[in-house]
């Protein structure tokens, strides 16, 4: 099956360092997704990009589907930022597709004041 | 618009016992999704719905089953719970169209421990 590595495995910043983290995946993806899933386990949504650019306040991620990454900024980092980040694909079947996302293991943040 | 819901919040069961997770979303989304997410982990399928009335297995399905009889509403049962199914379940919903996959939805996710 397809492949989701994410680095670094984990990071640790002072407040207001602007930071990237990376996702590579091993096979053409129709569907890839950043979470944030903060310290109480909630998942929460941050970008739907199978391909492009998007902004997003502090956040903004970028997808090169030809080179199979994704990457994930953060500037001026707070201390809520803290949490683990998570990279999620599907790989592309085409019509028919069941449509599941594959779960890299996640990057965890920790940002101190 | 509540999103995707889900019941209850927390659960602690005996090994052996049964149980219901309801999963609820109110944005008509065809496809529906339970995962599980051990310590230290990101999030594995167990079973998925294409539509009301289908079902199939995902990744990790055994040890639970699922209904899909209503289009909003997604349970996923444990029949006789094991330790091993200790974990935090998440629902989620997603639309597709013509194979073109959208965006998935997440609950807030049911942290079930078994003794």
């Known amino acids: 099956g397809i492949q989701v590595e994410q680095s670094p495995p984990d990071l640790i910043l002072q407040e207001g360092a602007n930071s990237t983290l990376r996702c590579n995946f091993s096979?053409?993806?129709?569907?890839l997704q950043w979470f944030h899933q903060n310290p109480w386990g909630q998942l929460i949504n941050l970008f739907y990009?199978?391909?492009g650019t998007k902004q997003n306040g502090r956040l903004s991620a970028t997808t090169v589907a030809t080179e199979r990454y994704s990457l994930l900024y953060i500037s001026s980092s707070q201390t809520t930022d803290s949490g683990v980040y998570f990279c999620a694909v599907e790989r592309y079947f085409g019509w028919g597709s069941q449509g599941n996302l594959i779960f890299g293991k996640g990057t965890k943040l920790s940002v101190k004041p | 618009n509540a999103g995707v819901t889900q019941t209850p919040k927390f659960r602690v069961l005996k090994t052996g016992q049964s149980m219901t997770l309801l999963c609820a979303q109110d944005m008509n989304h065809e496809y529906m999704y339970w995962y599980r997410q051990d310590p230290g982990m990101g999030l594995r399928l167990i079973h998925y719905s294409v539509g009301e009335g289908t079902t199939a297995k995902g990744e990790v399905p055994d040890g639970y089953n699922v209904s899909r009889l209503k289009k909003q509403n997604f349970l996923l049962g444990l029949e006789s719970a094991a330790p091993s199914q200790t974990s935090v379940y998440f629902c989620a919903s997603s639309y597709r169209s013509r194979g073109t996959s959208y965006e998935q939805y997440f609950g807030p996710g049911t942290r079930l421990t078994v003794t």
């Open positions: 990009i199978p391909s």
């Open positions: 096979d053409s993806v129709n569907n």
